[in-house]
Protein backbone atom coordinates (compact mmCIF):
# COMPACT_ATOMS: atom_id res chain seq x y z
CA UNK A 1 0.00 0.00 0.00
CA UNK A 2 0.98 3.28 -0.55
CA UNK A 3 0.45 6.85 0.69
CA UNK A 4 1.81 9.93 -0.10
CA UNK A 5 1.45 13.63 1.74
CA UNK A 6 3.15 16.32 0.81
CA UNK A 7 1.94 19.98 0.92
CA UNK A 8 -0.16 20.18 -2.44
CA UNK A 9 -1.28 17.06 -2.01
CA UNK A 10 -2.16 13.20 -0.51
CA UNK A 11 -2.56 10.28 -2.99
CA UNK A 12 -3.62 6.61 -0.92
CA UNK A 13 -3.26 3.95 -3.34
CA UNK A 14 -5.83 1.44 -1.74
CA UNK A 15 -8.37 3.53 1.25
CA UNK A 16 -10.01 0.47 2.06
CA UNK A 17 -6.69 -1.10 3.33
CA UNK A 18 -6.68 1.69 6.28
CA UNK A 19 -9.67 0.27 7.76
CA UNK A 20 -9.10 -3.52 7.22
CA UNK A 21 -10.92 -6.43 8.66
CA UNK A 22 -13.61 -4.84 10.32
CA UNK A 23 -14.40 -6.88 13.69
CA UNK A 24 -17.42 -8.38 14.09
CA UNK A 25 -20.09 -5.94 15.87
CA UNK A 26 -17.60 -3.11 15.23
CA UNK A 27 -17.77 0.25 13.53
CA UNK A 28 -14.20 1.41 12.57
CA UNK A 29 -13.53 4.54 11.43
CA UNK A 30 -10.14 6.46 10.40
CA UNK A 31 -9.32 9.96 9.36
CA UNK A 32 -7.83 10.12 6.19
CA UNK A 33 -7.48 14.13 5.80
CA UNK A 34 -8.46 16.84 8.22
CA UNK A 35 -7.15 20.77 7.17
CA UNK A 36 -9.08 24.35 6.81
CA UNK A 37 -11.29 23.05 3.70
CA UNK A 38 -12.26 19.41 4.72
CA UNK A 39 -12.19 16.81 6.89
CA UNK A 40 -12.07 13.35 4.91
CA UNK A 41 -13.10 10.08 7.64
CA UNK A 42 -12.91 6.41 6.10
CA UNK A 43 -15.92 4.31 8.21
CA UNK A 44 -15.91 0.48 8.19
CA UNK A 45 -19.09 -1.10 9.54
CA UNK A 46 -19.74 -4.51 10.01
CA UNK A 47 -23.13 -6.40 8.86
CA UNK A 48 -25.64 -4.87 11.11
CA UNK A 49 -24.32 -2.31 12.27
CA UNK A 50 -25.82 1.07 12.48
CA UNK A 51 -25.65 4.49 13.40
CA UNK A 52 -29.14 6.15 14.58
CA UNK A 53 -30.44 9.43 13.15
CA UNK A 54 -27.95 12.09 13.88
CA UNK A 55 -27.07 15.38 11.71
CA UNK A 56 -23.81 17.17 11.00
CA UNK A 57 -23.21 20.76 11.04
CA UNK A 58 -21.69 21.19 7.98
CA UNK A 59 -22.51 20.06 4.19
CA UNK A 60 -21.23 16.04 3.82
CA UNK A 61 -20.91 14.18 0.85
CA UNK A 62 -20.28 10.13 1.60
CA UNK A 63 -19.08 7.89 -0.92
CA UNK A 64 -19.45 4.46 -0.87
CA UNK A 65 -16.27 2.10 -1.55
CA UNK A 66 -17.58 -1.11 -0.64
CA UNK A 67 -20.47 -3.52 0.46
CA UNK A 68 -23.95 -2.41 0.96
CA UNK A 69 -26.18 -0.77 2.80
CA UNK A 70 -28.62 1.75 3.39
CA UNK A 71 -28.52 5.85 3.89
CA UNK A 72 -31.52 7.33 5.40
CA UNK A 73 -31.82 10.82 4.98
CA UNK A 74 -34.93 12.15 6.86
CA UNK A 75 -37.99 10.20 5.90
CA UNK A 76 -36.42 8.51 2.61
CA UNK A 77 -34.20 5.62 2.54
CA UNK A 78 -31.93 4.02 0.03
CA UNK A 79 -29.92 1.42 -0.94
CA UNK A 80 -26.59 1.57 -1.47
CA UNK A 81 -23.28 -0.20 -3.10
CA UNK A 82 -19.98 0.54 -4.53
CA UNK A 83 -20.08 3.96 -6.44
CA UNK A 84 -23.26 5.06 -4.44
CA UNK A 85 -22.61 8.91 -3.86
CA UNK A 86 -24.71 10.98 -1.73
CA UNK A 87 -24.56 14.97 -1.04
CA UNK A 88 -26.30 16.03 2.28
CA UNK A 89 -27.33 19.98 3.20
CA UNK A 90 -25.92 20.88 6.95
CA UNK A 91 -28.61 19.72 9.83
CA UNK A 92 -30.28 17.24 7.55
CA UNK A 93 -31.10 14.17 10.16
CA UNK A 94 -29.30 10.95 8.71
CA UNK A 95 -28.41 7.07 9.48
CA UNK A 96 -26.32 4.47 8.68
CA UNK A 97 -27.08 0.74 8.41
CA UNK A 98 -24.66 -2.05 6.88
CA UNK A 99 -26.14 -5.18 4.88
CA UNK A 100 -23.09 -7.01 4.56
CA UNK A 101 -19.35 -5.32 5.40
CA UNK A 102 -19.50 -1.72 4.31
CA UNK A 103 -16.87 0.43 3.60
CA UNK A 104 -17.67 4.70 2.73
CA UNK A 105 -16.00 7.93 2.66
CA UNK A 106 -17.18 10.74 4.46
CA UNK A 107 -16.03 14.00 3.41
CA UNK A 108 -16.86 16.93 5.69
CA UNK A 109 -16.78 20.05 4.11
CA UNK A 110 -15.72 23.61 6.04
CA UNK A 111 -16.30 26.69 4.58
Do not use: C, W
Request: proline share 7%; charged share 15%; no cysteine.
Amino acid sequence: MSTTLVPTHLFHEDLTQLVGDIPESSIVSRQVLKNDHLKATLFGFAPGQELSEHTAAKPVILQVISGEGTFGFRDEVVTVGPGSFAYMEPHLPHTVTAKTPLVFLLLMLKG
